[in-house]
């Protein structure tokens, strides 16, 4: 229970208000890594899309949806919490679901014939 309630308190918190000197690193780290994957993402998807279009075979269309579908959940949360003022646990959660899709879209790309 303990857990919980610091979650929320920490979701509370502003990283561009209240960052101290010493998590600045830390946050521009966190910002390199998910603009890269948000451009290898979109390779991967924009390949597997290009691949589809090319062959029209249902399960690349799938699977390039899946790969969409990732990409945009690993991005979303961070954005959702630093653009449009969502609470960071909801942006978490709505990054979950959406990943979770994105799994669900490319297993079932692996079963379409």
């Known amino acids: 229970m303990g857990t919980a309630r610091f979650l929320v308190q ?9 960052m101290s000197s010493a998590a600045m690193p830390t946050a521009i780290a966190l910002a ?16 597997a ?8 075979q249902p399960a690349l269309g799938y699977l390039s949806l899946g ?16 653009v449009l003022d969502v609470p960071l646990m909801t942006g978490v959660l709505l990054e979950s679901l959406l990943v979770l899709a994105g799994f669900l879209v490319i297993a079932r790309s692996l079963y379409v014939t």
């Open 10 to 18: 920490v979701s509370d918190i502003r990283i561009h208000t209240a």
């Open 32 to 47: 390199v890594v998910k603009t890269l994957v948000l451009i290898v993402g979109g390779v991967i998807t924009y390949f």
């Open 49 to 56: 899309y290009k691949a589809y279009r090319r062959t029209r």
């Open 67 to 82: 790969f969409g579908l990732v990409t945009l959940g690993l991005v979303l949360a961070g954005m959702l919490y630093e």
